[in-house]
């Protein structure tokens, strides 16, 4: 089994930050990225960041300035730094590694359960 687990979500007032954490344990090997999404009420879920095995990093829509994705490969673990924060940022954020089996040559998807993030005054 592959677990993805995520950490660092909370209340936060406007303006403020927070850093979000994923760390993906189990048995695989050679992840390819590692994403943040998220998703608020009434709305579809959307990419946030992204950051691959090569380095390159995407953002989504208005994000990049104020949200950071890094990744420590080591412990296989992806942080969200996330600055100025506005009601409009409120949603699950999830993370969603792509990684390969060892018995696998194909890549796959694996999903965090989510971590609420709330932005109110």
């Known amino acids: 089994q592959v677990q993805v687990v995520e950490s660092g979500g909370g209340l936060v007032q406007p303006g403020g930050s927070l850093r979000l954490s994923c760390t993906a344990s189990g048995d695989f090997n050679n992840i390819y990225s590692m994403a943040w999404y998220r998703q608020a009420p009434g709305k579809e879920r959307e990419m946030v960041a992204i950051t691959t095995s090569s380095g390159i990093t995407n953002y989504g829509d208005s994000l990049e300035g104020r949200f950071t994705i890094s990744r420590d490969g080591t412990r296989n673990t992806a942080y969200l730094q996330m600055d100025g924060l506005t009601v409009g940022d409120t949603a699950v954020y999830y993370c969603?590694?792509?990684?390969?089996?060892?018995?696998?040559?194909?890549?796959?998807?694996?999903w965090g359960q989510g971590t609420q993030v709330t932005v109110s005054s």
């Open positions: 969603k590694i792509a990684a390969r089996r060892p018995t696998s040559l194909l890549f796959q998807d694996f």
